[in-house]
């Protein structure tokens, strides 16, 4: 049983167009995130949403919308892709911190979207 | 603001040795926890191990271990008996115990570990 999903794997797309990237998780976890890997490696937090309800909303531009229907799925919409918003998406979820051995982060398989 | 270093961009080490990857953070904090995470190529994110701040014994898991100063907030992770399939990107990650944070991760840049046959 796959943990925590992510559709599509892989997404090439021309500029200007829109894209979702959607995300599901089967833990009952409450919280989930999206996080962009850029070329580099280095990992940016993106979002973060506690049980549908927005709680790390970071400076990225306004066509990244996050959309969470209820706390299993967090979507991320991509409006006028540009090429810079080429790199791989990670969605990750965690259950309610607390003095629990199983806080940490579950990621899933991520997504690499490719602009050109 | 709470921030992780990693000093190394990239290490190697021959197969079947010992490798130590380094991590330092910076906080002001007395109780939070320390992870170390295993991105291969395949991109998967896998938590290698975790630490939490207020137990003084290291963590192990298997040929993992880790070298936790708390007074010098220092997190090293040690990789005992290197195989090829330990190679990957290693990624320290530092997350607060406040129950009212916002549950985020600071994440270190990264310490691209490469294992020689």
């Known amino acids: 049983d796959t943990a925590v999903s992510q559709t599509p794997k892989y997404l090439v797309t021309q500029m200007g167009n829109d894209k979702s990237i959607k995300c599901e998780q089967n833990?009952?976890?409450?919280?989930m995130y999206w996080y962009k890997q850029d070329s580099k490696k280095f990992l940016k937090i993106m979002f973060s949403?506690?049980?549908?309800?927005?709680?790390i909303n970071e400076t990225v531009p306004n066509r990244f919308s996050p959309k969470s229907p209820d706390k299993a799925h967090l979507n991320l919409h991509i409006n006028s892709l540009e090429l810079g918003d080429s790199a791989v998406y990670f969605c990750?979820?965690?259950?309610?911190?607390?003095?629990?051995?199983?806080?940490?982060?579950?990621f899933g398989p991520g997504t690499r979207l490719t602009v050109t | 603001a709470q921030t992780v270093t990693q000093s190394q961009p990239e290490m190697s080490v021959q197969e079947a040795e010992t490798v130590t990857l380094s991590c330092t953070y910076d906080?002001?904090?007395?109780?939070?926890?320390l992870f170390w995470y295993k991105q291969p190529p395949s991109r998967q994110m896998i938590l290698v191990i975790r630490?939490?701040?207020?137990k003084q014994q290291n963590a192990t898991e298997n040929r993992f271990s880790v070298n936790f100063q708390k007074a010098a907030k220092s997190f090293s992770l040690k990789i005992s008996d290197s195989q090829l399939g330990d190679a990957a990107m290693y990624f320290c990650?530092?997350?607060?115990?406040?129950?009212?944070?916002?549950?985020?991760?600071?994440w270190g840049a990264g310490t691209k570990l490469i294992i020689k046959p």
């Open positions: 990750a979820s965690s259950p309610k911190p607390g003095r629990k051995l199983y806080y940490e982060q579950y």
């Open positions: 833990l009952g976890h409450d919280t």
């Open positions: 949403y506690n049980n549908k309800e927005l709680i």
């Open positions: 906080t002001s904090e007395s109780d939070y926890y």
């Open positions: 630490q939490e701040a207020y």
């Open positions: 990650a530092y997350r607060t115990a406040e129950m009212d944070s916002n549950y985020q991760l600071i």
